[in-house]
């Protein structure tokens, strides 16, 4: 698809589910999104607002409720391939080393298996890790083990990233390493990303587009286009007059929606 294209469309999606104590719960409602190809998205919201459940509607894990979820220009009606989704945990699998990892999604879409390790010899390379191919993953750091993630999933050519705080459990310093290396990735592999993060600075850093969210039933509330050049650099485009000036913006209005959020919990509790 042509970059200005939409690849990710959401109207008027609503997700509600049954609790445990068989209470109706909605935890989105009412969301229009669209992200257009090539597009880094990132959204922030309230803790529990639905922002993983956006990326669940998006990525085919669930249906929606009510309203309609378009991908790649179709409805979504299951789990699409050109799809791919870092989640916060690592999704690898502990008996195989890294190059086994990162070949196994070539692998099981049917590439023979030479092939395969030979594209994953090269992600890895890509991601700084060549002389891991044979460690397993408890055997890394957990910044190690994410730029393994990142490799199993960009392996896979998805035409779509989704991620999930993929980064938040992530120390400072390493966490700076990893959004600098997912934008080198994203900049050749040209995917629309959708990054679902509680970090207000990490999503003005890396997105061309950052989306505020309700508290929940979530629904969008604001939009804002981060007009900072790129290549960008995490660690120093923070000292930019206009990242502090975009900051302060978004602040003002994601701050009203914490304070929602808090206030219920509280009125909840007492």
């Known amino acids: 698809m042509a970059r200005g294209e939409p690849s990710i469309e959401l109207r008027r999606a609503t ?16 969301v229009d999104l669209t992200v257009a190809a090539g597009e880094f998205c990132a959204i922030v919201g309230p803790t529990g607002c639905g922002k993983s459940t956006t ?11 009510a309203g309609e979820v378009y991908v790649l220009g179709k ?26 990892n990162v070949a196994a999604g070539p692998i099981f879409r ?11 010899a090269d ?11 044979r460690h397993h993953p408890h ?21 779509i990233l989704l991620m999930d705080e993929p980064f938040s ?44 969210m309700t508290a929940g039933p979530a629904t969008v509330k604001s939009s804002y286009p981060i007009d900072l050049p790129r290549p960008r650099v995490t660690s120093e485009i923070r000292f930019e007059p206009r990242f502090v000036e975009l900051s302060r913006l978004i602040w003002n209005d994601l701050r009203e929606e914490v304070l929602v959020s808090y206030r219920r919990a509280a009125g909840v509790a007492a």
Do not use: Y
């Not at 669940?56 to 409720?65: C, E, N, V, Y």
């Not at 409805?75 to 086994?100: C, E, I, K, Y």
């Not at 991601?127 to 891991?132: M, N, P």
């Open 75 to 100: 409805p979504v009606t299951g789990v699409d391939p050109r799809v791919g989704f870092v989640f916060q945990s690592d999704a690898l699998f502990p008996w195989r080393n890294v190059l086994d």
């Open 139 to 159: 055997q890394l750091s957990g910044g190690m083990r994410k730029r393994v993630a990142l490799a199993q999933t960009m392996i896979n050519e998805p035409a």
């Open 169 to 212: 459990a992530l120390d400072v310093q390493t966490r700076i390493l990893m959004q600098d290396e997912l934008l080198q990735l994203w900049s050749t592999a040209k995917a629309s990303v959708v990054f679902v993060t509680h970090d207000l600075e990490e999503a003005i850093a890396l997105a061309d587009r950052v989306v505020v």
């Open 55 to 65: 990326l669940s509607l998006i990525s085919g894990l669930a249906p929606p409720t």
């Open 123 to 133: 992600w890895i390379r890509r991601v700084g890790l060549s002389r891991f191919e």
């Open 15 to 30: 997700r509600s589910f049954i609790t445990p104590t068989g209470a109706m719960l909605t935890a989105i409602h009412d």
């Open 110 to 120: 049917g590439r023979p298996r030479e092939e395969a390790l030979a594209r994953a």
